[in-house]
DNA sequence: ATGCTAACCTGCGCGC
DNA sequence: TGCGCGCAGGTTAGCA
């Protein structure tokens, strides 16, 4: 479930309840995640979180002894519930806080993870993601210009190619058919055809339509939660995603939708070329 | 390297 | 009503 939008969206409600709290005990009820839950999460038990901060679609909580990474897979969300509820069917993970709030993690699929990094070290998976869409051009690298290079001579479609971690992170389905909406680009496009200008056109709509949809809270299609338990409202201001086979909001024309990369992809075949 | 597929897992909506 | 199928905000391993 969770793109760039829901993770940050997350971060920003959990951040004043964990910064600087001492973890008072963990609870894990389903360790078999996407990979095992990490061991070092069992004994976080007395310490204080030091920081948050995410990276692509992941989550970072930082102690003294080193980073817990949370990913929130398909159908993970994270939400602050007070010490008395009971735990719920897919709640998988307590952090007991010193406050009386207990953060939750529920995920139906468990496609999520949460694992460990030691300090000065980086986990693959981290250590191998692309530039942050959101970064001033300065900080992240990323820009027209790097698109277009890398994009130099590959036949993959444009939408696979923005969805690739290694190309940029953060962009998942719904966000990568909205923002080739915007742009007015076909996703089925080679990336290697797409001309320089053109990829300014799209990094600017990437950027537009993330900002927007963190502003909305994320977007919320089934399970997506907030912290406080509340859905995102950008699900709204969908152009594309799930409209397949409805009228274009801006041509009328009628959507088509097809299958990349075992996804769904909508587009307006008058308006996207 | 590139590019594609299957796989992880549960729940829901649809057609029969 | 019940059952089987296909689909769902992600990512990686494995193959040609």
Not at 4 to 33: A, C, F, H, M, S
Not at 213 to 218: D, K, N, S, T
């Amino acid at each position: 479930m969770p793109e760039l939008p829901e993770v940050e969206t997350t971060l920003r409600g959990i951040e004043p309840y964990l910064l600087n709290q001492t973890i008072q005990g963990v609870v894990v009820r389903q360790p078999r995640l996407r990979w095992p839950v990490a061991e070092e999460v069992s004994a976080l038990a007395g310490q204080r979180v030091t920081g948050l901060s995410r990276r692509g679609k992941y989550l970072l909580v930082q102690f003294a002894t080193g980073t817990a990474v949370w990913h929130l897979g398909m159908s993970g969300s994270l939400r602050l519930v007070k010490e008395e509820e009971d735990p719920r069917i897919h709640d998988h993970i307590d952090w007991v806080l010193e406050s009386g709030w207990i953060l939750r993690y529920h995920d139906p699929r468990r496609f999520g993870a949460l694992l460990w990094q030691p300090p000065g070290e980086q986990l693959s998976q981290i250590a191998s993601l692309g530039p942050e869409p959101l970064l001033a051009e300065t900080l992240s690298g990323l820009s027209a210009e790097s698109l277009y290079q890398r994009s130099r001579g590959k036949k993959q479609a444009i939408k696979l190619f923005i969805m690739d971690n290694h190309t940029m992170v953060g962009v998942g389905n719904i966000y990568a058919n909205e923002s080739l909406f915007m742009a007015g680009i076909r996703p089925t496009t080679a990336a290697g055809k797409i001309s320089k200008p053109r990829f300014a056109r799209l990094l600017a709509c990437i950027r537009q339509v993330l900002a927007q949809a963190i502003e909305q809270g994320g977007t919320t299609l089934r399970d997506f939660v907030n912290s406080d338990g509340n859905p995102g409202y950008f699900a709204q201001q969908l152009q594309v995603y799930g409209r397949g086979g409805k009228p274009c909001r801006v041509c009328e024309a009628v959507l088509y939708e097809i299958r990349q990369g075992q996804r769904a992809t909508v587009y307006c075949p008058a308006c996207q070329k």
